[in-house]
């Protein structure tokens, strides 16, 4: 994914092509792509996260009493290069503190540290691995985030997941996948047929998955390409979740057609 390149790979590939320069040069500008270099983070998308966490109680999530094998966990579809599991994993960690970490202080463009999560997982053994998070592609460890190298829609790796849940309750499934480029422009574009059918497809199939282990009251955030059939899923998160909201955070980019559905009170009508 030419996302995933870093700007020094590119370079290093010998002669960038045009596309290639105008995606270097829109980084070098990039005021989010500043951000994530200050606080650490691998990905601009972090942002888009903390933007959600801010606004919604999403992570609110029983904690600190509850044994390892009653705790709620955290399900991220799409997790690659890792933005979004580090946020996850900074927040989770510092609820456990008496002091919280909020979201919104996270996202502040200062030079202030952000929490040291050594010492976090020391004082925090029981919240270790409360975020369960898959993507196709491999990803860099993330410390707290038990990770699993696989095609969601897979039943294969949805029975890898399960497993890894054990007992606990979900009480959050994120979505982040968007459809790996194919080098095909008209079929990569996020407005195009192919790309917001695909969306909509690993949507739902995020939405089966939530019907299945998603506890009552719980919370999805999932991905979408604004398109024909948006309204339809909308609708189907409607006769499930006491609310939804759709989202496009400040951080995503305009000329891309994606947003998010911020649903929450699952009904769990089961
Ligand atoms: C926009 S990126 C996610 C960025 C991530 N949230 C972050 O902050 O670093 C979308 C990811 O979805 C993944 N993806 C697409 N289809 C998938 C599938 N069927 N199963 C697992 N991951 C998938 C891609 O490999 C890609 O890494």
Known sequence: MLRRFSSY??????????SSRTWLSRQAADLYVKMARQHGYRARSSFKLLHLLNKYPLLNLPSKSLSPANQT?????????GGWSQVLSHVLYSQQQTTRTSPETLSKPLDQKLPDSLEKILSAPFDYNRVISVDILEMVPVEGVDFICGDFTNPIIKQEITQK???RKVGLILSDMAPNLSGNRLVDDSKSTASIYHSLELCLDVLRFAENYLDKDGSLVLKYFMGQNHTEL???LRKRFAKVHSEKPPSSRKESSEQYFVAT???ANK
Do not use: D, F, M, W
Request: glycine share 14%; charged share 15%.
């Open 165 to 167: 849940i054990g007992s």
């Open 265 to 267: 009170g699952y009904l």
């Open 73 to 81: 966990v955290v399900i991220e579809c799409g997790s690659a290069p």
């Open 9 to 18: 790979s590119l370079q290093l590939s010998g002669k960038t092509k045009p």
């Open 234 to 236: 909308r609708n189907l």
